[in-house]
């Protein structure tokens, strides 16, 4: 069982930056790929970075590739989300996940979620 929460949304402007944060609880965080999802009002959720347990394989969907950066600390059992360059588009609620099989981020079947964090891209 691993329980997620989200922190580090807010306010930003076109062009500036935020740093989201996931922090897990439970024994086992390291072996479970992680992804962070957003989703804006009236869109699907969508999956924008995902990474492996070990951090040895990482994907972004098209629309972040160059602007956000996922990493992850197993030893602070912490996956980061580094937003750069950020565009009104971006804003949305972040969703942080996480499952055992990679694959399965990438079809919106993870078997752990957070609660969400709003981010707002706005001048």
């Known amino acids: 069982q691993v329980q997620l929460v989200e922190s580090g949304g807010g306010l930003a402007q076109p062009g500036g930056s935020l740093r989201l944060s996931c922090a897990a609880s439970g024994s086992l965080f390291s072996i479970y790929a992680t992804g962070w999802y957003r989703q804006a009002p009236g869109n699907q959720r969508e999956l924008v970075a995902a990474?492996?347990?070990?951090?040895?394989?990482?994907n972004y969907a098209d629309s972040v590739k160059g602007r956000f950066t996922i990493s992850r600390d197993n030893a602070k059992k912490t996956v980061y989300l580094q937003m750069d360059s950020l565009k009104p588009e971006d804003t949305a609620v972040y969703f942080c996940?996480?499952?055992?099989?990679?694959?399965?981020?990438?079809?919106?079947?993870?078997?752990?979620w957070g609660q969400g964090t709003q981010v707002t891209v706005s001048s």
């Open positions: 990474i492996t347990s070990g951090g040895g394989i990482i």
């Open positions: 996940a996480a499952d055992s099989v990679y694959r399965d981020l990438w079809i919106g079947a993870a078997d752990y």
